[in-house]
């Protein structure tokens, strides 16, 4: 009988892991593989797919020059007919391989998954193969799956707000004397400018990272076995180590942080990144502790490098945020993915694959996207996000979009995000209200109308701008059930001053457009 074998996902790549306690080193084993499915259960974008092989590849290097015994996986440039195609096939692969050997392992020991799907096809192969499994909490969270279900217990409605200010009193984040920093608890008002005409001013190109030989090979790999998949590996150069990492938080602090919160809603085409972290990716696969990037960001402001609303502004999306997304995904898990809460029931527009639209705000979103695996978040929630749920697409198709094409997707924060904050698909367990808005409000928080064929104020006839229609036409679509909530009363007015006859038009206009999409 061996030791322990070790189970270590793609995005669980944290030497401190809980998965070592304990670990015994010549007698445990870590376990690892590259396995077809996890690219292809979603059309996945190639830099996704190249970031997490790459990263694997590295950190069981990383062990290795630790003298660990690693099982490694390798995918092969081309498939072949013996190949494992899931984790739950390769793990029974191994574990078969080593019966026949006479050293069965005493025991699977796991990290909570980051997906539904991967935790039930992992424990069905553990019974399997009769192997005792242990599952251990995921500690790279402020949180824990039970202490959100605790929170969420007896509430009528989950906000992250409510969430979001006990988590700053309990780990003491931007807190003076028991009371939060510069005297309120939300800078969000000071936190939704957009640009000048003129544009974004001394624009700091984020730090690179070149691929070295380990990220190359993953490369090549990734070109030839997934050859069609969408995207571009030619400007692949996001961070793969946790050194690595460490740098790219280091260069936010230094050089974004201080414009991110006054600029956080801004857009401005063919400026991907303005002055976002990009850190999410490497938070996802745990290669950056979220409690290193929150003390970095507030000790940026203490430090008075940073405004307090540009530092708040940050924490919030990683102290707040980020652990709601990750409790509301495990509190209504697995029935929260099926769900179509506007009964959208459109397919999603070719265009998302190809960027091939006249409309400027969504080709330079997904021009983007498809070119570096990238958007961030107010291009996601009012630009992709809010045009599929204006269109009525089916809520499962927009999220095995996002799923598919961002390099720091991993389901736990993809699909509330894009289901319930993007789609309004949850019935409101996510958003207060639904996100919806016309062109107008595009053409403010960015240059992308200058030069578009559409007129974002206009709401029917040839210059109508898409937003704009399908805007009007959802609020007639769904006013019963719009009607019901406060937050849409505003909306609701502007509605009932249209005339009957104009609104009848749009939603002539929105239905043929629709009808032209499919």
Same mark, same amino acid.
């Given at each position: 009988?061996?030791?322990?074998?070790?189970?270590?996902?793609?995005?669980?790549?944290?030497?401190?892991?809980?998965?070592?306690?304990?670990?015994?080193? $010549?007698?445990?084993?870590?376990?690892?593989?590259?396995?077809?499915?996890?690219?292809?259960?979603?059309?996945?974008?190639?830099?996704?797919?190249?970031?997490?092989?790459?990263?694997?590849?590295?950190?069981?290097?990383?062990?290795?020059?630790?003298?660990?015994?690693?099982?490694?996986?390798?995918?092969?440039?081309?498939?072949?007919?013996?190949?494992?195609?899931?984790?739950?096939?390769?793990?029974?692969?191994?574990?078969?391989?080593?019966?026949?050997?006479?050293?069965?392992?005493?025991?699977?020991?796991?990290?909570?998954?980051?997906?539904?799907?991967?935790?039930?096809?992992?424990?069905?192969?553990?019974?399997?193969? $009769?192997?005792?499994?242990?599952?251990?909490?995921?500690?790279?969270?402020?949180?824990?799956?039970?202490?959100?279900?605790? !929170?969420?217990?007896?509430?009528?409605?989950?906000?992250?707000?409510?969430?979001?200010?006990?988590?700053?009193?309990?780990?003491?984040?931007?807190?003076?004397?028991?009371?939060? *920093?510069?005297?309120?608890?939300?800078?969000?008002?000071?936190?939704?400018?957009?640009?000048?005409?003129?544009?974004?001013?001394?624009?700091?190109?984020?730090?690179?990272?070149?691929?070295?030989?380990?990220?190359?090979? #993953?490369?090549?790999?990734?070109?030839?076995?997934?050859? #069609? +998949?969408?995207?571009?590996?030619?400007?692949?150069?996001?961070?793969? #180590?946790?050194?690595?990492?460490?740098?790219?938080?280091?260069?936010?602090?230094? +050089?974004?942080?201080?414009?991110?919160?006054?600029?956080?809603?801004?857009?401005?085409?063919?400026?991907?990144?303005?002055? !976002?972290?990009?850190?999410?990716?490497?938070? &996802?696969?745990?290669?950056?502790?979220?409690?290193?990037?929150?003390?970095? *960001?507030?000790?940026?402001?203490?430090?008075?490098?940073?405004?307090?609303?540009?530092?708040?502004?940050?924490?919030?999306?990683?102290?707040?945020?980020?652990?709601?997304?990750?409790?509301?995904?495990?509190?209504?898990?697995?029935?929260?993915?099926?769900?179509?809460?506007?009964? *959208?029931?459109?397919?999603?527009?070719?265009?998302?694959?190809?960027?091939?639209?006249?409309? &400027?705000?969504?080709?330079?979103?997904?021009?983007?996207?498809?070119?570096?695996?990238?958007?961030?978040?107010?291009?996601?929630?009012?630009?992709?996000?809010?045009? =599929?749920?204006?269109?009525?697409?089916?809520?499962?198709?927009? +999220?095995?979009?996002?799923?598919?094409?961002?390099?720091?997707?991993?389901?736990?924060?993809?699909?509330? &995000? #894009?289901?319930?904050?993007?789609?309004?698909?949850?019935?409101?367990?996510? =958003?207060?209200?639904?996100?919806?808005?016309?062109?107008?409000?595009?053409?403010?928080?960015?240059?992308?109308?200058?030069?578009?064929?559409?007129?974002?104020?206009?709401?029917?006839?040839?210059?109508?701008?898409?937003?704009?229609?399908?805007?009007?036409?959802?609020?007639?679509? +769904?006013?019963?059930?719009?009607?019901?909530?406060?937050?849409?009363?505003?909306?609701?007015? &502007?509605?009932?001053?249209?005339?009957?006859?104009?609104?009848? $038009?749009?939603?002539?206009?929105?239905?043929?457009?629709?009808?032209?999409?499919?």
């Amino acid at each position: 009988m061996a030791g322990n074998l070790v189970i270590v996902l793609g995005d669980q790549l944290d030497r401190a892991s809980a998965a070592f306690d304990g670990f015994r080193q $010549g007698h445990d084993r870590v376990w690892m593989a590259e396995v077809a499915e996890e690219s292809t259960q979603v059309w996945t974008h190639k830099a996704r797919i190249t970031v997490f092989l790459a990263a694997m590849r590295h950190f069981r290097d990383r062990l290795q020059a630790e003298q660990i015994e690693v099982d490694y996986r390798e995918l092969a440039p081309q498939s072949e007919p013996l190949e494992p195609r899931s984790l739950a096939e390769a793990l029974l692969a191994s574990l078969a391989a080593s019966g026949r050997a006479g050293c069965p392992p005493e025991r699977l020991i796991l990290v909570e998954p980051g997906e539904w799907r991967v935790w039930q096809s992992l424990e069905a192969a553990a019974r399997e193969a $009769g192997i005792p499994l242990e599952v251990r909490p995921d500690r790279h969270f402020f949180t824990t799956r039970d202490e959100f279900a605790a !929170h969420a217990r007896g509430r009528k409605q989950l906000r992250l707000e409510y969430f979001y200010r006990p988590l700053r009193e309990r780990f003491g984040v931007l807190m003076d004397d028991g009371e939060p *920093a510069g005297g309120q608890w939300n800078y969000d008002a000071e936190n939704r400018g957009a640009f000048p005409k003129t544009g974004p001013d001394s624009l700091p190109a984020p730090r690179r990272f070149e691929p070295d030989a380990v990220t190359r090979a #993953t490369i090549d790999l990734v070109n030839v076995r997934f050859a #069609t +998949h969408p995207g571009s590996l030619d400007a692949f150069d996001w961070p793969v #180590t946790p050194d690595q990492a460490r740098l790219a938080l280091e260069d936010f602090l230094v +050089h974004r942080l201080g414009q991110f919160g006054r600029y956080q809603d801004a857009i401005w085409t063919g400026e991907p990144w303005l002055y !976002h972290s990009r850190l999410s990716q490497a938070m &996802n696969m745990k290669l950056l502790d979220p409690r290193d990037v929150v003390a970095g *960001a507030e000790q940026a402001w203490r430090k008075g490098l940073v405004p307090l609303e540009a530092a708040e502004g940050f924490i919030r999306q990683v102290l707040g945020w980020r652990e709601y997304v990750r409790g509301v995904y495990w509190q209504f898990m697995p029935e929260y993915a099926s769900r179509n809460g506007l009964a *959208a029931d459109r397919p999603l527009p070719n265009f998302y694959w190809t960027a091939a639209t006249e409309m &400027n705000c969504l080709k330079d979103a997904l021009s983007q996207t498809l070119r570096y695996g990238y958007a961030h978040h107010i291009q996601r929630l009012m630009v992709t996000g809010l045009f =599929a749920m204006l269109a009525g697409v089916r809520p499962d198709e927009v +999220h095995r979009w996002y799923l598919a094409v961002y390099v720091d997707a991993v389901e736990w924060v993809e699909l509330p &995000n #894009t289901l319930g904050m993007s789609q309004f698909a949850d019935g409101g367990v996510m =958003a207060s209200k639904p996100y919806c808005a016309t062109g107008a409000y595009i053409e403010r928080m960015s240059n992308a109308c200058k030069g578009c064929r559409y007129k974002p104020k206009v709401a029917s006839g040839p210059d109508a701008c898409p937003f704009t229609t399908l805007y009007w036409d959802f609020l007639a679509r +769904h006013e019963k059930l719009l009607r019901k909530n406060p937050r849409m009363t505003m909306q609701l007015k &502007n509605l009932d001053r249209k005339q009957a006859d104009e609104l009848r $038009g749009i939603r002539r206009q929105a239905d043929a457009f629709r009808d032209g999409l499919s």
